[in-house]
């Protein structure tokens, strides 16, 4: 049981660059994010989806596409790299309920040159 | 939409004295809270959780933290600090199911041990 891998685990990109990041877990759980975390603002939640297939906007969308064809995966997509996009990205999952714990992989670092 | 504020963005304690790490959340209705505790270079981890099933909550590592409804506060204790207790906390509301059940963080606390 690896919880949730995400990969790559460090990345450069020029601007304008596109990438994709990868979020796997083996939980079964119906829930998955991707955050952002910069220094002095905590995490901030870029996209997210409630089950396969489905995804939906969080505070900071712009910039970012994902996609959820598979339960256990979630996608994150930059399709033209900017500097501020420079960041660590987390994605969690939840199995499904408030109460439950959101799991978080180890994060991806992203800078755009 | 709920919030958390997470006061001092950095705290120095010495080995073997009490921690405290404040949050103050901003809700209209009954929150569910979480603390959460980042090492470095690494994902976040539960420390604990509120639920409203009891305002004092316990969690790991000997980390605690109570709900207290008039002050909108979930301060984080602990009685004794380690040197392995060095890392970076983070507070975060629930914003329920109509929302995904996402979570908004606070900004982070960093806590420093000193030997």
């Known amino acids: 049981n690896a919880g949730v891998t995400q990969t790559p685990k460090f990345r450069v990109l020029k601007t304008g660059q596109s990438m994709t990041l990868l979020c796997a877990q083996d939980m079964n759980h119906e829930y998955m994010y991707w955050y952002r975390q910069d220094p002095g603002m905590g995490l901030r939640l870029i996209h997210y989806s409630v089950g396969e297939g489905t995804t939906a906007k969080g505070e900071v969308p712009d910039g970012y596409n994902v996609s959820r064809l598979k339960k256990q995966n979630f996608l994150l997509g930059l399709e033209s790299a900017a500097p501020s996009q420079t960041s660590v990205y987390f994605c969690?999952?939840?199995?499904?309920?408030?109460?439950?714990?959101?799991?978080f992989g180890p994060g991806t670092r992203l800078t755009v040159l | 939409a709920q919030s958390v504020t997470q006061l001092g963005s950095h705290v120095s304690v010495s080995e073997g004295a009490l921690v405290l790490l404040r949050c103050n959340y901003s809700?209209?209705?009954?929150?569910?809270l979480f603390w959460y505790v980042q090492y470095p270079n690494q994902g976040l981890q539960l420390l604990l959780k509120y639920t409203s099933a009891a305002t004092l909550v316990k969690g790991i590592n000997g980390f605690e933290a109570e709900f207290k409804k008039s002050e909108t506060s979930f301060h984080l204790t602990k009685p004794s600090a380690h040197m392995s207790d060095a890392a970076e906390y983070f507070c975060?509301?629930?914003?329920?199911?109509?929302?995904?059940?996402?979570?908004?963080f606070g900004g982070g606390t960093r806590l420093m041990v000193k030997p």
């Open positions: 969690a999952s939840l199995r499904e309920l408030l109460t439950d714990t959101q799991y």
């Open positions: 975060a509301v629930s914003q329920g199911p109509n929302a995904g059940n996402m979570l908004t």
């Open positions: 809700s209209s209705v009954p929150p569910y």
